[in-house]
C-alpha cells in the first residue's frame, strides 16, 4: 500500500503527506470515499486539500485498484500529471514548459497597510492570511491553478495545468466570487480592528507558456509570456474592489457576462494603450442562452437529395460533373462527402480518393498520384516492382496508350528507361504537365466505362496550380464518362477562381455552400454517442451551435468526463482532450503533429525513439484515423492544435528529428522539417530538393522550392546559391527578363569573385536569347579569370559553350572554333557528358559559321548520338535540325526535309519554341530548293510568330527571307520586294552578322531596279567582309549569281562564281559545287558560248537538279537548252 499511495501523491507534488494517509490506512481503494472535511480533519492545509480533491475527483470513474499499475487500459483517462524529467525520455520531452491558451488573474489585497499599523505581526499575518485563503479558495473553486504569493497578492490561471475551452468564464467566476468573499471577509474583521482590506482584480487572456515547477513534494505550476504583464496591468489599474479585465477576455466570456468599458491603459512594452472593461457581473449559463441569438442552421438533407439525381443521372445517361462542396473548418464537409461515398456504393459506384496536403505528405501521397494508384488499384505502400506491373498492364490492356507510358512513369514514381529519358528531358514543363493531365483523365474515362467512379478530392484550398489543372482537366473528362468528381474546401482560400472555372470549358459543376447544422440534424449526431434526452446532450447542442466538429468534440470530451463550459475555439477543446490522454499517448499525439496532417508510424517511433508504439489510444479517442498505411489526424485544425501547444524549442528538436528521418527518402520533406527546425542547413537542402524536381522535369515544383528557400534562408551564400537555381529555372521555363532581374540582383549583392562569376554567366546566358551578343560577351571576359583563378571547371565548360554560341551569333569564325574546343576540353575533363555533347554541338556550330558543313554534320552526328546514348533529350533535339542543314549542303534535300519535319515535331512535343524556330528554318530551306512554294509560305509565317513569341528579333529577317523567296516563286515579285525590304530594315537594327548576307543577296534578286540591285549587293559585300556566318557566304553568292544572270551581267557572274569557289575551297560540298557550276554555265551560255562542251555541262546539271530535287534551280537551265 505504501509504495501505491506514495506514487500517487508523488506524481501529484504532495509525496509529504504520505506517512499521513498511511498511518490512517488510506490506500487507493479508499481514496474516492474522501471528502472536504475528511482532509481538512487530517490537517491537510487549503492549497494541498483542493489539489487532492480535484484529482481524486477524477478518478471516480476509474478502477483504482489497478491505478498506476496497468499498462494494458490504452484509453485510461487520469489527472494530469507533473513534468517527467526522466533521463529515458527524448530530448525534446525533457523540455519544461507547454504553450496553451489562458486566462490569467492577479489579485491584490488594498488596506493592509492601515493594519499594520494598529495590530502587530502575528495579528497582521492571520488577517492577511485568511483574506489570502479565500482568494484562493475562490480561484480553486472555479478550476484555477494558483501560480505563486506576491506580497499581498496572488497569481493565479486558468486553462492550465488541463485546457479548458472554458477558462476565461471560470476566471470571471473566480474574480467575482472572490471579491464576494473578501467583501464579507472585510465586513467580518472590521468591527474589531477597526480597519477594512478591499482587494483589486485584473484579468486578461492569451497564449502563455505553462511551467512545471520544482518536483516531488514542491512542484508547482507558472506562466510566463506577454499575457502575465498585460494582466498585471488590468489589476493594477483597477479600484479597490473592482475586476478589470482586458478586451480579449470579455470576448472569450461573451454573453456570460456584462461588462462596461473604461478608458485604455498603457503597458510597457506594449505601443497602443490596451482596452480594459470593468466587470459588473457573471451570468449563468441558462441565462446568457436565454439572452444569445443563435446563427441559422444550414440543413443536409436537400444536399443529399440533390447529389442522389446527379448520381442517378451520371449511370442512366452515362454522362458525369463535379460537386463542389465549401464551407468552413470543421462544418462537415468530409462527413457529407463520407455519406455521398457510402450512397455512391450502394449504388454501384467504385470510390477513389486523394487528398491535398499543405505539408507532411511522402512520394506518391499527392492528390493526384494517389488517385492515379488508386485507379490502376495499386494498393498504398507498394513497391517499384509492383507499380511497373501496374504501369504495364494498364498499357497493355488499352487504359492507356503506349505514348503516355512517359507521362505514366512519372505519376507513379517510377525511373525512365533509357529511350523515355531522353525524350522526357528534351520537353519543356508545361508539355510534361499537360502530358500527365491527359494521363489522368484518360484514367478516369476508362476505368469508369468499366463501372461507375465516384473520385473525390478533398482540402482543394491548399491545391498547387499544377494539382488545379489536373482537376480541371477531371472535371472535363468526367462531363462525358459514368463519374462523379466530388471536391471540398473551405471558402476562406477558395481557388476555383473564374480562371479556372473557364479552363473547364463550361464543364458542369454543382456547388454546395455548407452551414451549420439544423437542430434535429444536431440531435440526429448527438444520438451516435449519448441519448439525446440526456441533459449533457443538450448543453453540448447548445455550446456547438451546429458545428460538427465543435459538438462531436465536445461529445467525446463529455463522455471522458467533462462537460461543463463554453469552447472559446477549436483548440481549447482540442487541447483539453490531448490533456486527458497518458503522457505517452500525448507525447504521441505531440510527435505526429509536428510530422503533418498525415504521418507513418515508422517516422513516429523515430521521434519517440521507441520501437513498439502504437497508435490504439489515438484512434480510439477519434483524435486520429487510419489512412492507407498510415494515419491521419481526424482534421485538420486537431493536428494544428496540438502543434501550436509544442514550445518552438520542442518543434525545432521534433522538426530535426524528422529530418534526419526524412534524410536520403524525401529530399523535399527533408528540407521542409529543417526548415521549421531553424537549422542551417535548411536552405542547401532546399536546393538539393529542388534540382531532384528540375531532374523530373518539374519545373513549377522545382522553382516553389527554391523561393521556399529563399524566404527561410539567413546567409548571403544561401541566398546565392538558391538565386543560381532560381535564375537557371526561369530561363528554362523562358521568362528570360525575370531571369536576368535575379542575376542582376545576385550581382548587386555579390560578396566574391566567384559570386559575380556566377551573376555574369546568368546574365550573358540571357543575353544570348535577347540578342545582346556584344554586351553578353564582355561579361564572359569578366567571368573567365575568375572561373580560371579557383578552378572552376564546369563553369568554365558552360562559359565557353555561350562564349561560342555568342561569337556563331556574330559571325566570329575563329572565336567560335576557339571557345567551343575550349568548352569540348573543359568538359572532358570534368567528365560531364551533358557539357561533352553540348561542346560538340558548339563545335558544328563554329564548323558551320565557317562555311565547313561537312565537318559540321560530323559534329553534330556525334553530338545527337552521344545525347541519345545517355538521354540527353534536350541537347539531341537541339541538334537535329542541325544535322538537317548540313546535309542540305551535303546535297541532300529529302534528307534535310525529313529531319527539318522530324526536329520541329520533337521540338512540339517538348514545348521547346526556340527549337522549332529553328527545325522550321530547315524545312524553308529544303522547301526553297524543292520548289515547293506553298510550303515554304506556311512554314515562313509560322517562323515569324515564333519568332515574335519569343522576341527574338533577330530571327525575324530570315523567316520574311523565306516569306519572300514564296512570293517570288508564285510570281508576287512586288510583294517579295516589300517584304525583303522590310527584312533589311530590321537587319540593319538588330545586327548583319547571321542574316545580311543571304537578306541582300535576295533583294538584289528582287530589285526594280539598277541603283537597289547595286545598292543591295554592295552592302551584302560589306557584311560579308565584316565578317559573317557561312550560310550568309552560300546564299549571298547564289542569289547575286541569279541577280546579275537575269540582267545578263555576264563577267560579273563569273566574278561572284570565282569568290563562292574561293570561299568554299578549303572543303566543297554538292550544294555549292551545283549552283557555281550552273552559275559560270548560264554565264557562258548567255554570252554565246554554244559549244558542246557548254551543252553537255547544262545537260548534266538539269539532270543533277532532277535527281536531286533542285526544282528552283532547272527553269533557267532548261531555258537555255531550248534555245541551243
Known sequence: MIEEIGSWLGKLGLQKYTTLFVEQEIDLAALPELGEADLKELGIPLGPRKKLLKAITALAGEDVESHGTSASSTTEVVPPLPANSDVSLAAWERMPGERKPVTMLFADITGSTALTEKLDAEETHDLLYGATQRMCESIENNRGTVCRFMGDGVMAMFGAPVASEHHAVDACEAAYEMQRAIRDYAEEIATPHGSRIAIRVGLHSGEVVVLTVGEGEKMEYDASGPTVPIAARMEQAAEPGDIYISAATKALAEPRIDAEALKPVSVKGISEPVRVFVLRR????????????????????????????????CIEDGQGQTVYVRGEPGIGKTRLVEEFVRIGATNGMKCHRGLVLDFGVGKGQDAIRALVRSLLAIPSGSGED??????????????????????????????????????????????????????????????????????????????NAITLAHLASVTKAVAESAALLVMTSRIEG??????????????????????????????????????????????????????????????????????????????????????????EHKRALQAASVIGQRFNADVLRHLLETIDYDCQALLEHNLVRTEGAGYLFGHALIQECVYSALLKRQRRELHRKAAHWYSGSDAELYAEHLASANDDEAPSAFVEAAREQLQQYRFERALHLTERGLTISSTQSDRHRL?????????????????????????????????????????????????????????????????????????????????????????????????????LNYAREAHSLEDEARALGGLGDAAYVRGRMRTANDYFNGCVELSRKHGLGRVEVAHIAMCGFTRFYLGDLQGAM?????????????????????????????????????????????????????????????????????????????????????????????????????????????????AAREGALDEGETALREGSVGHNYFWFYRFAMDALLNVGDWERVEAYAAAFEDYTRAEPLPWTEFFIARGRTLAAFGQGNRDEATIRELQRLRDEADRTGFKAALPALEEALSAA
Open 282 to 313: 457573471v451570468m449563468s449559463a441558462e441565462e446568457s442562452a436565454a439572452q444569445t441569438t443563435r446563427t441559422p442552421f444550414v440543413g443536409r438533407r436537400a444536399e443529399l437529395n440533390q447529389f442522389r439525381g446527379i448520381l442517378d443521372t
Open 386 to 463: 509492383e507499380r511497373q506491373h501496374a504501369a504495364d498492364a494498364g498499357i497493355n490492356d488499352g487504359t492507356l496508350e503506349p505514348g503516355q507510358r512517359v507521362y505514366l512513369n512519372d505519376l507513379l514514381d517510377l525511373p525512365q528507361p533509357t529511350e523515355l529519358r531522353a525524350l522526357y528531358d528534351a520537353m519543356d514543363n508545361a508539355t510534361r504537365n499537360e502530358g500527365k493531365q491527359a494521363v489522368v483523365s484518360r484514367l478516369v474515362s476508362r476505368v469508369s466505362a468499366k463501372n461507375p467512379l465516384l473520385v473525390v478530392v478533398e482540402d482543394v484550398h491548399w491545391a
Open 494 to 583: 477558395d481557388r476555383l477562381d473564374q480562371r479556372w472555372r473557364s479552363s473547364t470549358e463550361g464543364s458542369p459543376l454543382f456547388t454546395i455552400d455548407l452551414g451549420p447544422l439544423r437542430k434535429q440534424e444536431s440531435l440526429e449526431l448527438i444520438e451516435g454517442f449519448i441519448d439525446s434526452s440526456d441533459p449533457l446532450a443538450q448543453g453540448c447542442l447548445e455550446r456547438a451551435a451546429g458545428n460538427p466538429l465543435f459538438l462531436e468534440q465536445l461529445l467525446r470530451h463529455a463522455k471522458e468526463g467533462s462537460a461543463e463550459g463554453l469552447p472559446d475555439s477549436i483548440q481549447s477543446l482540442v487541447l483539453a482532450r490531448m490533456d486527458r490522454l497518458r503522457p
Open 723 to 823: 538565386n543560381c537555381l532560381k535564375g537557371e529555372l526561369l530561363h528554362d521555363l523562358g521568362n528570360i527578363e525575370s531571369s536576368m532581374a535575379v542575376y542582376r540582383e545576385m550581382l548587386e549583392h555579390a560578396n566574391d569573385g566567384v559570386q559575380r562569376c556566377d551573376a555574369w554567366i546568368g546574365l550573358a546566358a540571357g543575353m544570348r536569347v535577347t540578342t545582346n551578343y556584344e554586351a553578353g560577351l564582355e561579361l564572359l571576359d569578366k567571368a573567365e579569370p575568375v572561373a580560371t583563378h579557383h578552378s572552376l571547371i564546369i563553369q568554365l565548360s558552360r562559359l565557353q559553350h555561350l562564349r561560342g554560341n555568342l561569337c556563331f551569333s556574330l559571325g566570329r569564325v575563329d572565336g567560335c572554333q576557339e571557345a567551343h574546343q575550349s568548352a
Open 898 to 1010: 525529313t529531319a527539318g519535319l522530324a526536329a520541329t515535331e520533337a521540338a512540339k512535343k517538348v514545348g521547346a519554341q526556340r527549337v522549332e524556330m529553328n527545325a522550321v528554318g530547315c524545312i524553308c530551306h529544303a522547301a526553297t530548293d524543292l520548289g515547293e512554294y506553298e510550303l515554304l509560305e506556311e512554314q515562313a509565317d509560322h517562323q515569324l510568330i515564333l519568332a515574335r513569341t519569343l522576341g527574338a528579333r533577330a530571327w525575324e529577317p530570315l523567316a520574311l527571307l523565306w516569306k519572300a523567296i514564296a512570293l517570288q516563286g508564285k510570281g508576287r515579285q512586288t510583294e517579295a520586294r516589300e517584304v525583303l525590304m522590310q527584312a533589311a530594315s530590321i537587319t540593319r537594327d538588330a545586327g548583319r552578322a547571321f542574316n545580311a548576307g543571304r537578306i541582300f543577296g535576295a533583294l538584289a534578286l528582287v530589285a526594280g531596279d539598277i
